[in-house]
Protein backbone atom coordinates (compact mmCIF):
# COMPACT_ATOMS: atom_id res chain seq x y z
CA UNK A 1 0.00 0.00 0.00
CA UNK A 2 1.26 3.45 -0.81
CA UNK A 3 2.75 5.59 2.37
CA UNK A 4 4.33 8.37 2.51
CA UNK A 5 6.28 9.25 5.62
CA UNK A 6 7.58 13.10 6.33
CA UNK A 7 9.99 14.34 9.29
CA UNK A 8 11.74 17.05 9.53
CA UNK A 9 9.38 19.51 11.32
CA UNK A 10 10.06 21.26 14.26
CA UNK A 11 10.12 24.94 15.57
CA UNK A 12 12.22 27.13 13.78
CA UNK A 13 13.13 31.18 14.24
CA UNK A 14 12.35 33.58 11.55
CA UNK A 15 14.10 33.62 9.08
CA UNK A 16 15.51 30.40 10.03
CA UNK A 17 15.56 27.28 7.56
CA UNK A 18 14.21 24.05 7.84
CA UNK A 19 14.39 20.55 5.74
CA UNK A 20 11.14 18.15 5.34
CA UNK A 21 11.97 15.00 3.86
CA UNK A 22 9.29 12.33 2.77
CA UNK A 23 9.76 8.71 2.31
CA UNK A 24 7.86 7.09 -0.51
CA UNK A 25 6.78 3.48 -0.72
CA UNK A 26 4.49 0.81 -2.23
CA UNK A 27 4.25 2.62 -5.72
CA UNK A 28 7.18 3.61 -8.03
CA UNK A 29 7.98 6.14 -6.70
CA UNK A 30 10.15 7.76 -9.96
CA UNK A 31 6.71 7.15 -11.93
CA UNK A 32 5.07 9.93 -10.50
CA UNK A 33 4.92 13.80 -9.44
CA UNK A 34 5.30 14.80 -5.80
CA UNK A 35 3.89 17.71 -4.16
CA UNK A 36 3.17 19.79 -0.97
CA UNK A 37 0.39 21.22 0.55
CA UNK A 38 0.55 22.45 3.94
CA UNK A 39 -2.44 23.71 5.93
CA UNK A 40 -2.07 26.35 8.94
CA UNK A 41 -3.45 25.77 11.97
CA UNK A 42 -7.23 26.21 11.95
CA UNK A 43 -7.06 27.35 8.15
CA UNK A 44 -7.67 25.63 4.94
CA UNK A 45 -5.32 23.48 2.72
CA UNK A 46 -2.46 25.77 0.57
CA UNK A 47 -1.14 23.66 -2.40
CA UNK A 48 3.17 24.86 -1.64
CA UNK A 49 4.95 23.16 -4.69
CA UNK A 50 4.77 20.54 -7.02
CA UNK A 51 8.02 18.08 -8.88
CA UNK A 52 7.67 15.87 -12.08
CA UNK A 53 8.87 12.38 -11.95
CA UNK A 54 12.01 13.17 -13.13
CA UNK A 55 12.74 16.42 -11.41
CA UNK A 56 13.26 18.52 -14.67
CA UNK A 57 9.46 20.13 -13.96
CA UNK A 58 9.15 22.84 -10.78
CA UNK A 59 6.32 24.72 -9.61
CA UNK A 60 5.80 26.69 -6.66
CA UNK A 61 3.19 28.90 -5.04
CA UNK A 62 3.50 32.70 -5.14
CA UNK A 63 3.71 32.98 -1.22
CA UNK A 64 7.10 30.32 -1.42
CA UNK A 65 8.80 30.84 -4.70
CA UNK A 66 12.80 31.88 -4.36
CA UNK A 67 12.54 31.04 -0.44
CA UNK A 68 11.66 27.46 -1.10
CA UNK A 69 13.45 24.51 -3.01
CA UNK A 70 11.63 21.20 -3.75
CA UNK A 71 13.55 18.31 -4.68
CA UNK A 72 13.62 14.56 -5.36
CA UNK A 73 15.97 11.46 -5.35
CA UNK A 74 14.58 8.61 -7.06
CA UNK A 75 16.92 6.31 -6.11
CA UNK A 76 16.14 6.81 -2.72
CA UNK A 77 12.04 7.42 -3.02
CA UNK A 78 12.53 10.24 -1.36
CA UNK A 79 10.86 13.88 -1.41
CA UNK A 80 12.30 17.00 0.03
CA UNK A 81 11.63 20.42 0.84
CA UNK A 82 14.59 23.27 2.30
CA UNK A 83 12.85 26.07 3.49
CA UNK A 84 14.76 29.60 3.77
CA UNK A 85 13.71 32.55 5.05
CA UNK A 86 10.99 31.10 6.82
CA UNK A 87 8.04 33.80 8.38
CA UNK A 88 5.47 33.12 11.22
CA UNK A 89 3.41 32.58 8.31
CA UNK A 90 4.97 29.70 7.14
CA UNK A 91 3.46 27.32 10.32
CA UNK A 92 1.61 24.92 9.06
CA UNK A 93 1.35 21.36 9.25
CA UNK A 94 3.32 20.18 5.83
CA UNK A 95 1.79 16.88 3.71
CA UNK A 96 3.80 15.37 1.29
CA UNK A 97 1.57 13.80 -1.48
CA UNK A 98 1.54 11.90 -4.50
CA UNK A 99 0.46 13.59 -7.70
CA UNK A 100 -0.56 15.47 -9.08
CA UNK A 101 0.33 14.22 -12.89
CA UNK A 102 -1.24 16.49 -15.13
CA UNK A 103 -2.66 20.06 -14.71
CA UNK A 104 -5.15 18.66 -11.94
CA UNK A 105 -6.08 19.29 -8.41
CA UNK A 106 -5.88 15.15 -8.06
CA UNK A 107 -3.69 14.15 -4.62
CA UNK A 108 -5.20 11.04 -4.15
CA UNK A 109 -2.41 10.20 -1.78
CA UNK A 110 -1.16 12.05 1.73
CA UNK A 111 1.20 11.97 4.52
CA UNK A 112 0.48 12.59 7.90
CA UNK A 113 1.97 15.73 7.88
CA UNK A 114 4.85 17.15 9.70
CA UNK A 115 4.47 20.48 11.82
CA UNK A 116 6.57 23.15 11.30
CA UNK A 117 6.46 26.57 14.04
CA UNK A 118 7.92 29.66 13.29
CA UNK A 119 8.33 32.01 16.16
CA UNK A 120 10.93 33.86 18.06
CA UNK B 1 -9.26 34.82 0.43
CA UNK B 2 -9.23 31.71 -1.52
CA UNK B 3 -9.84 31.70 -5.21
CA UNK B 4 -12.59 29.57 -4.66
CA UNK B 5 -15.41 30.76 -2.26
CA UNK B 6 -17.04 27.92 -0.19
CA UNK B 7 -19.53 28.27 2.90
CA UNK B 8 -17.35 28.23 5.78
CA UNK B 9 -20.14 25.94 7.86
CA UNK B 10 -23.36 23.26 7.13
CA UNK B 11 -25.27 21.64 9.05
CA UNK B 12 -27.91 18.83 9.08
CA UNK B 13 -29.54 15.80 11.26
CA UNK B 14 -28.90 12.05 10.89
CA UNK B 15 -30.77 10.89 7.34
CA UNK B 16 -30.78 14.38 6.10
CA UNK B 17 -29.53 15.65 2.72
CA UNK B 18 -27.17 18.39 2.82
CA UNK B 19 -25.32 20.26 0.05
CA UNK B 20 -21.86 22.05 0.20
CA UNK B 21 -21.07 24.72 -3.29
CA UNK B 22 -18.04 25.83 -4.06
CA UNK B 23 -17.73 28.82 -6.32
CA UNK B 24 -14.91 29.89 -8.83
CA UNK B 25 -14.33 31.20 -12.29
CA UNK B 26 -13.89 30.45 -16.02
CA UNK B 27 -9.93 29.90 -15.24
CA UNK B 28 -10.79 27.30 -12.86
CA UNK B 29 -13.85 25.29 -12.66
CA UNK B 30 -15.07 26.50 -15.61
CA UNK B 31 -12.74 24.77 -17.79
CA UNK B 32 -11.25 21.71 -15.31
CA UNK B 33 -12.43 19.17 -12.89
CA UNK B 34 -13.29 19.90 -9.76
CA UNK B 35 -12.29 17.28 -6.95
CA UNK B 36 -13.52 16.90 -3.31
CA UNK B 37 -11.51 16.35 0.22
CA UNK B 38 -12.61 14.98 3.42
CA UNK B 39 -10.87 15.90 6.39
CA UNK B 40 -11.61 14.18 9.50
CA UNK B 41 -10.75 15.73 12.72
CA UNK B 42 -6.80 15.64 13.35
CA UNK B 43 -6.39 13.89 10.04
CA UNK B 44 -4.93 14.40 6.76
CA UNK B 45 -7.37 15.11 3.81
CA UNK B 46 -8.75 12.09 1.73
CA UNK B 47 -10.16 12.35 -1.64
CA UNK B 48 -13.93 11.69 -1.70
CA UNK B 49 -14.67 12.83 -5.50
CA UNK B 50 -12.07 13.69 -8.87
CA UNK B 51 -13.06 14.61 -12.01
CA UNK B 52 -16.24 16.58 -10.82
CA UNK B 53 -18.64 13.41 -10.05
CA UNK B 54 -16.59 10.40 -9.72
CA UNK B 55 -16.30 8.39 -6.54
CA UNK B 56 -12.66 6.48 -5.57
CA UNK B 57 -13.62 3.15 -4.46
CA UNK B 58 -14.57 2.65 -0.82
CA UNK B 59 -16.15 5.99 -0.94
CA UNK B 60 -20.15 5.54 -0.20
CA UNK B 61 -22.43 6.47 -2.80
CA UNK B 62 -24.33 9.21 -0.40
CA UNK B 63 -21.12 10.90 -1.83
CA UNK B 64 -22.15 12.99 -5.07
CA UNK B 65 -20.16 15.47 -6.76
CA UNK B 66 -21.85 18.11 -9.64
CA UNK B 67 -20.75 21.24 -11.38
CA UNK B 68 -22.55 23.20 -13.45
CA UNK B 69 -20.05 26.36 -15.01
CA UNK B 70 -18.35 28.02 -12.27
CA UNK B 71 -19.41 26.63 -9.62
CA UNK B 72 -19.85 22.69 -8.03
CA UNK B 73 -21.51 21.18 -5.45
CA UNK B 74 -20.63 18.26 -3.15
CA UNK B 75 -24.10 16.12 -2.01
CA UNK B 76 -24.21 13.52 1.16
CA UNK B 77 -27.52 11.75 1.39
CA UNK B 78 -28.21 9.98 4.29
CA UNK B 79 -26.36 11.73 6.72
CA UNK B 80 -24.37 10.36 9.33
CA UNK B 81 -22.81 11.00 12.64
CA UNK B 82 -19.29 10.13 10.97
CA UNK B 83 -19.84 12.28 8.35
CA UNK B 84 -18.78 15.14 10.44
CA UNK B 85 -15.80 16.80 8.85
CA UNK B 86 -14.18 19.53 6.99
CA UNK B 87 -14.53 19.47 3.06
CA UNK B 88 -12.42 21.37 0.74
CA UNK B 89 -13.17 22.03 -3.63
CA UNK B 90 -9.85 21.74 -5.64
CA UNK B 91 -9.26 22.44 -8.94
CA UNK B 92 -6.46 23.58 -11.44
CA UNK B 93 -6.48 26.94 -12.25
CA UNK B 94 -5.19 27.82 -15.50
CA UNK B 95 -4.36 31.76 -14.77
CA UNK B 96 -2.12 30.65 -11.31
CA UNK B 97 -1.28 27.49 -13.59
CA UNK B 98 -1.37 26.00 -9.91
CA UNK B 99 -4.18 23.78 -8.23
CA UNK B 100 -6.28 26.04 -5.79
CA UNK B 101 -8.47 24.96 -2.80
CA UNK B 102 -11.41 26.35 -1.73
CA UNK B 103 -11.40 27.83 2.27
CA UNK B 104 -13.43 24.63 3.71
CA UNK B 105 -16.03 23.93 4.83
CA UNK B 106 -17.15 22.31 8.43
CA UNK B 107 -19.71 19.69 8.70
CA UNK B 108 -21.60 19.66 11.50
CA UNK B 109 -24.26 16.72 12.29
CA UNK B 110 -26.68 17.84 14.83
Known amino acids: QVQLVESGGGLVKPGGSLRLSCAAS????????MSWIRQAPGKGLEWVSS????????YYADSVKGRFTISRDNAKNSLYLQMNSLRAEDTAVYYC?????????????WGQGTLVTVSS | QSVLTQPPSASGTPGQRVTISCSGS????????VYWYQQLPGTAPQLLIF???QRPSGVPDRFSGSKSGTSASLAISGLRSEDEADYYC???????????FGGGTKLTVL
Open chain 1, 97 to 109: VRGPDTAVADFRY
Open chain 1, 26 to 33: GFTFSDYY
Open chain 1, 51 to 58: ISSSGSSI
Open chain 2, 26 to 33: SSNIGGNY
Open chain 2, 51 to 53: RNN
Open chain 2, 90 to 100: AVWDDSLSGPV
